[in-house]
C-alpha cells in the first residue's frame, strides 16, 4: 500500500512549474468526440483522470498517439459505440462530459453515472433539463445507467437554477452540433470552460461569451481537427501558493495565468504573505505567522471551493480565529477530523467551520479524504513538527501531476513509501 511520508519543518524555496488544468483537460478529451480530423492536445497533466479519460476514448476506438508525456494526438473518427460503462465512469466525476460529447456525435449517449470526490449529494438535475430543453430524451436505467437520445438536437434558451460547471460544459459539448442557436444563462465562468470554448472554437465552433453569465452556441454540422494547449491549473497554482505561504517560504511559482489566482492571492495577502505577480509566474513569500481571515467559497471569479481545504490547513495555524463558509458543496469539511488528529483546533457547525489557531501541529498518520483533501494533508505534513503518513493516495494522484518530485525540488523532505505492513491503518470504516 502507496503512503506519503513527510518530515515537517523545511521552508519551500526555489522555483516550481504548474501542469495544465485537470479540470480543462477532462472537457477537452470527450470533446475530440466532435472532431472529424486529429486533434493534438498540449500541456496535458500527467495525472490518473488523464490516464483514466484516455483508456475510455481508446476502449471506444479513438486512435491515440502519445507525442511526449504532455503531448498527445487523439483521432476518434473510427469510434462507432455510444457506451461508457460503469467500471471506467465510476472512477472520476468528469466521466459525465461523454454525455454531452456523445449525444452531440450519436445523438444518442448510454454513460454510467459518474464517480469522483465525495461532497455529499452530487446531482446531476441541471444537466438533464439541458439536454431535455434541446430536445433529448433521459432515461435512468439499469446499472446507474444514463440514456439520452435525441431524434434531432435543437437549439433553445437555458437557464441553469444553480451556477454549474458540470452542466455549463455539458451542454455547450452537446449544443455544438445542435440546430440553431443555443443560449446558456446563469452559466459557470471558471477559466476551464473559458478553455473548453477555446478548444472548440479551434474546431470550427461558434461559441461566444465563455468565462460570463452568457455563452451563446451555434451550432455547426461538422468540426475540423486542430492543435491546443490546455491552459495551466490554478488550482494546482493555488495549492503550491499556499503551501509556501504556510511554511513561511520564498517560492516563484511559474506557468501560471496571474488572473486566475487572483481570489486566492488576495486572500493570502491578507493572511500576511507578500504575493507579485509577473506575466506568466507569481512569487509567493511569508515569514511570519499568518493573519485570522474569513473566506467564503463562491464560483468563479470568487475563492475556489476546490482551495478550501488548503486554505484552511495554513489558517489552522494563524493567529487568532478564521471563518470558513463552503456555499458550493454540502459537505466539504470531511479533512477536518484529519486535521484534528494533528492538533488543529477547528469545529465545523453545518457549511461552516471556525478555525482557532494553534501554536503547532504534530505530525500523524493521516488519510486523504478525495483529491484536495490529500492536497491539505500534504501541506499540513509540510508544516507539522515530526512526521507525517498519509494514506489513500490515489486521490492525490487523480489531479496533482508529480506532486512528489515538485515538493523535493523545492525543499520539501516528502517521499513516497511502499508499506507492506498496514497494520496500524487508518479505519475508513463508519
Ligand atoms: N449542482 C446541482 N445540480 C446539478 C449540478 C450541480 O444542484 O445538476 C450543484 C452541486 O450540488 C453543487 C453546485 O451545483 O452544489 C456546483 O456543482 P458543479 O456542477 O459546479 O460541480 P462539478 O461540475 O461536479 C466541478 C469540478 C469540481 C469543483 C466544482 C465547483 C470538475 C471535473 N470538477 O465539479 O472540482 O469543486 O466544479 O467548482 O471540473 C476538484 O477538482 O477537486 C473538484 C472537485
Redesign the pocket.
Known amino acids: 500500500m502507496e503512503k506519503i511520508v513527510i518530515n515537517g519543518g523545511n521552508k519551500l524555496h526555489g522555483s516550481v512549474s504548474i501542469s495544465g488544468a ?2 480543462s483537460v ?2 477537452i478529451l470527450p470533446a475530440t468526440l466532435l472532431a472529424e480530423g486529429t486533434c493534438r492536445i498540449e500541456n496535458v497533466p500527467d495525472i490518473k483522470d488523464v490516464t483514466v479519460m484516455l483508456r475510455i476514448l481508446s476502449d471506444m476506438g479513438a486512435e491515440i498517439k502519445t507525442i511526449n508525456k504532455n503531448t498527445y494526438e487523439i483521432n476518434t473518427k473510427n469510434i462507432t459505440s455510444n457506451v461508457v460503462k460503469h467500471e471506467m465512469s465510476r472512477q ?3 466521466s459525465y462530459y461523454f454525455i454531452g460529447a456523445l449525444l452531440g456525435r450519436f445523438n444518442h449517449a448510454r454513460v454510467a453515472m459518474p464517480g ?2 465525495s ?1 455529499g ?8 433539463k439541458g439536454f431535455e430543453a434541446l430536445g433529448a430524451k433521459v432515461v435512468m436505467g439499469e446499472k446507474a445507467m444514463v440514456d439520452v437520445k435525441a431524434d434531432k438536437l435543437i437549439g433553445t434558451s437555458i437557464y441553469f ?7 455549463t ?1 455539458n451542454i455547450m459539448l452537446a449544443s455544438c452540433k445542435a440546430k440553431g442557436l443555443t443560449i446558456i444563462e446563469n452559466a ?1 465562468k ?1 477559466p ?1 470552460i473559458v478553455d473548453l470554448a477555446n478548444f472548440l472554437n479551434s474546431m470550427g465552433a461558434d461559441i461566444r461569451g465563455a468565462g460570463t453569465e452568457t455563452i451563446k452556441i451555434r451550432g455547426m454540422e461538422r468540426f475540423h481537427g486542430c492543435e491546443y494547449s490546455i491552459i495551466p491549473d490554478q ?1 494546482e497554482a493555488g495549492t503550491y501558493m499556499v503551501a509556501t505561504a504556510a511554511t513561511r517560504g520564498d517560492v516563484l511559482i511559474k506557468n501560471v495565468i496571474p488572473k486566475h489566482l487572483e481570489s486566492i492571492s488576495a486572500k493570502l495577502i491578507e493572511c500576511g504573505a507578500v504575493v507579485e505577480d509577473f506575466d506568466d509566474s507569481i512569487h509567493v513569500s511569508m515569514n511570519r505567522r499568518p493573519n485570522h481571515i474569513s473566506i467564503k467559497t463562491m ?2 471569479p470568487g475563492f ?3 482551495m478550501q481545504p488548503q486554505i484552511s490547513t495554513l489558517l489552522s495555524l494563524a493567529s487568532g480565529s478564521s471563518i470558513i463558509s463552503e456555499s ?3 459537505n466539504r469539511f470531511r479533512y477536518v477530523e484529519q486535521l484534528i488528529r494533528m492538533g488543529a483546533n477547528i469545529r465545523v457547525d453545518g457549511k461552516s467551520a471556525t478555525i482557532q489557531g494553534v501554536e503547532v501541529l504534530h505530525g500523524a498518520p493521516v488519510r486523504a479524504d ?3 483533501a490529500g492536497a491539505a494533508m500534504i501541506i499540513a505534513g509540510l508544516i507539522a513538527k515530526g512526521t507525517t503518513e498519509i494514506e489513500e493516495i490515489y486521490h492525490i494522484q487523480r ?1 496533482y501531476d508529480h506532486i512528489i518530485d515538485k515538493l523535493k525540488s523545492i525543499g520539501a523532505d516528502i517521499e513516497l513509501r511502499n508499506d507492506p505492513d498496514n497494520s496500524d491503518q487508518i479505519s475508513n470504516a463508519g
Open positions: 485537470k479540470n477532462v472537457a472520476l466525476r468528469a469522483g470526490c461532497f449529494v452530487r446531482p446531476i438535475d441541471q444537466h438533464i437554477d444553480v451556477v454549474t460547471v458540470g452542466a460544459i459557470a471558471e476551464h488550482i464560483p468563479h475556489p471551493t476546490d458550493v458543496w454540502d478525495d483529491l484536495r489531479g
